[in-house]
């Protein structure tokens, strides 16, 4: 999960085959737009803004993959949890059902973030909050725009 949580890739993805499979192709590059603003906001200036540590994952590094490098970016809030958040607000919107597939991948990605140690609890906890609060904003602002 937390691969597929880097750089906002899950949810650009899943808005990509939107423009390729949906009739509102306009709306899924909104989309695509909200998330890539959302990722770029999120893991720029309000990282900047704590600078928190993240937490020793020394004993958890070994076990990981080459590929799952641990990150060195501030560790509040969770990027991750923050696009997840912020995609499942949205999905929501269209879709109960989608909404609720999502808010289990959005939960996954929480817990995996916190298991590898790449986050304390309230990081993850402040980026599902942020990221959720996020995407109410950007619904108040493209609501028209996005897709139905």
Same mark, same amino acid.
């Given at each position: 999960m937390s691969a597929a949580g880097r750089y906002s890739m899950l949810q650009t993805a899943a808005a990509a085959?939107? &423009?390729?499979?949906?009739?509102?192709? &306009?709306?899924? &590059?909104?989309?695509?737009?909200?998330v890539v603003f959302e990722w770029v906001f999120t893991n720029g200036p309000v990282k900047l803004l704590f600078r928190r540590e993240r937490p020793d994952a020394s004993d958890v590094v070994a076990m990981l993959p080459g590929w799952l490098h641990p990150p060195r970016s501030s560790s509040f809030p969770s990027g991750h949890s923050s696009a997840a958040a912020f995609a499942t607000v949205i999905w929501w919107s269209w879709s109960p059902l989608a909404g609720v597939i999502a808010l289990l991948l959005t939960l996954a990605m929480g817990a995996s973030r916190i298991i590898i140690r790449a986050h304390h609890r309230t990081d993850v906890a402040a980026g599902l909050i942020w990221g959720a609060g996020l995407a109410f904003v950007a619904l108040a602002l493209l609501g028209n725009r996005l897709p139905t």
């Open positions: 085959l939107g &423009v390729l499979l949906a009739t509102d192709r &306009v709306g899924f &590059v909104w989309f695509i737009a909200a």
